[in-house]
Nanobody, 114 residues
């Protein structure tokens, strides 16, 4: 079965950096469009960044210039490099895979202290 396992979350001070990873298994990773979403307490889940199977990227306005999404098809892994982190980036970050079906990871907590 398809599994998406996120890692790399944690506690960081404002202005710091984190790199999230999402390792996929049970799927032909290279054909999937991959994304990172986040959900803060009391808020709806929102798109952070997306990368298509062809490598095109899309970012939420709030993270443009600070976050970078990338993928390594040989390692079945998608990454989210997060720089210049702000307290408002605090959320649970979820990995998403979409083709004909839609899959989610279990999430990883990112906490940015001021």
């Amino acid at each position: 079965q398809v599994q998406l396992v996120e890692s790399g979350g944690g506690l960081v001070q404002a202005g710091g950096s984190l790199r999230l990873s999402c390792a996929a298994s049970g799927m032909i990773f290279s054909i999937y469009n991959m994304g990172w979403y986040r959900q803060a307490p009391g808020k709806q889940r929102e798109l952070v960044a997306r990368i298509t199977n062809g490598g095109s990227t899309t970012y939420a306005d709030s993270v443009k210039g600070r976050f970078t999404i990338s993928r390594d098809n040989a390692k079945n892994t998608v990454y989210l490099q997060m720089n210049s982190l702000k307290p408002e980036d605090t959320a649970v970050y979820y990995c998403n895979a979409v083709k004909n079906s839609n899959y989610w990871g279990q999430g990883t907590q990112v906490t940015v202290s001021s």
